[in-house]
Each structure stands twice: as structure tokens, then as C-alpha cells.
């Protein structure tokens, strides 16, 4: 089967269920791939017919907007033992150093380290939970969680589509190509990710002793 054929069989509900799904349990505190995810669907939307980009990027959004307030919420209740409690069970993305960079940030930066932890893969899982253990104010977290969800979601979407779209003559030609080319572009942003918050665990850690000291 080509590969156009198979990606036209995919049912559209399927695609704006999982993205919303994926993206709000990123968005809640489990660390998953939404934005690969998103770019994956968005791409798809481009080259499939049934997907409607607008309702992709609606899906996308109402996921990311919800599961920030649901990990708001679990953060407000539970306070630092939640955060202790995930660095227990993702000890990659919630250790000390990780939580500290972000809570340097939310406490400088208030509405825009939410708003802009969006665009950035290490506050994104961070924000929700984060927020409420900080006891931001509900109101001031929901607009910049709101507003940060259209601009990623639907800026996300809205870019890659009409990039697949342009791409679609020379995808069509060579799609086992386009399909692993784009495969190893998502491999490569999420190995990138991985380096960068590797790198920045040493200097967490080599910071604290002099923070200790003060």
C-alpha cells in the first residue's frame, strides 16, 4: 500500500483524540512527546483529507489548556511531596536540578514563564503542577495556560501545514523517503532535548553547594 493510501485510512477522530490525549497528559506532568506528536499530526493533516488542521489545532489546544488545569490542580493539593513524588517515578525530567531551573524561572517570570513554557519542552511538562505547588494565583495561570495553548497549538499546527502543503508534490514523488526524513527530524529534536538537559544537570548540581552555603 502507498504510503498516501495508508495515511488516508487513518481515521480523523483518531488523530484529534490521540493528540488531545498525548498532549494533555504532557501538559498534566507526564513527560511524553506532545510536540512531536502535534508536528506528526499536523504534517498529517497536510496530506490527509479527512484531518481538518483548524479542529487539529482546537484538539490540540483544549488538550494542552486542560491538562495544565489538571496538573495545576494536582500541584496545588499536593504540594512539594508531589514534586518529590515525581522525581522518584521520572527521575530524568523532575530532578533537583530540573525543578529548581524551573522554579527560578516561574518565580522571575510569573504569567510568562507560563505562557512561554509552552514553546519549551522542559516547562511544558513542568507548568501545570509547578504552578499550583507555587500557588499562583488561578486567574493569572489561566489566562497565560490559555493563551500560551492557541499560540504553540495553533501556531504549530498552522505552520507545519502549510510547510506540508508546499512539501506535498515532492512527498508524493518520494513518500518512503518524506516519511523517514521527517521520522528521523522528530529522533534527532528529541535527542537534542535529551543532550541539553543532561548538560544542565551538572551545573545544577554544581551549583547547589554554593547556594547551600549561602
Not at 498516501?4 to 498532549?23: F, G, K
Request: proline share 5%; hydrophobic share 55%.
Amino acid at each position: 500500500m502507498h504510503v498516501q493510501e495508508w495515511l488516508d485510512s487513518v481515521p480523523a477522530i483518531a488523530v484529534y483524540a490521540v493528540v488531545a490525549l498525548v498532549i494533555g497528559l504532557e501538559s498534566l506532568g507526564i513527560p511524553l512527546p506532545g510536540e512531536i506528536i502535534l508536528v506528526s499530526a499536523a504534517l498529517l493533516s497536510s496530506q490527509h483529507s479527512g484531518v481538518n488542521p483548524v479542529v487539529l489545532g482546537a484538539c490540540a489546544t483544549a488538550g494542552a489548556v486542560v491538562g495544565d488545569s489538571i496538573g495545576y490542580a494536582i500541584g496545588r493539593k499536593g504540594g512539594r511531596p508531589l514534586l518529590a513524588w515525581l522525581a522518584r517515578k521520572f527521575p530524568r525530567h523532575f530532578s533537583a536540578g530540573h525543578v529548581a531551573t524551573a522554579e527560578r524561572s516561574f518565580e522571575k517570570w510569573g504569567m510568562w514563564a507560563v505562557f512561554f513554557g509552552r514553546f519549551v519542552a522542559l516547562l511544558r511538562i513542568f507548568a501545570g503542577p509547578l504552578a499550583g505547588v507555587l500557588h499562583m494565583p488561578y486567574w493569572k495561570f489561566l489566562i497565560a495556560n490559555v493563551l500560551g495553548g492557541i499560540c504553540w497549538a495553533g501556531g504549530t499546527t498552522a505552520v507545519i501545514y502549510y510547510v506540508g502543503i508546499v512539501a506535498e508534490d515532492w512527498l508524493k514523488r518520494f513518500s518512503y523517503v518524506g516519511l523517514a526524513v521527517a521520522v528521523l527530524i522528530g529522533l534527532a529534536s528529541m535527542l537534542i532535548i535529551r543532550r541539553k538537559a543532561r548538560k544542565a544537570q551538572p551545573d545544577q548540581r554544581e551549583a547547589e553547594p554554593v547556594g547551600a552555603g549561602d
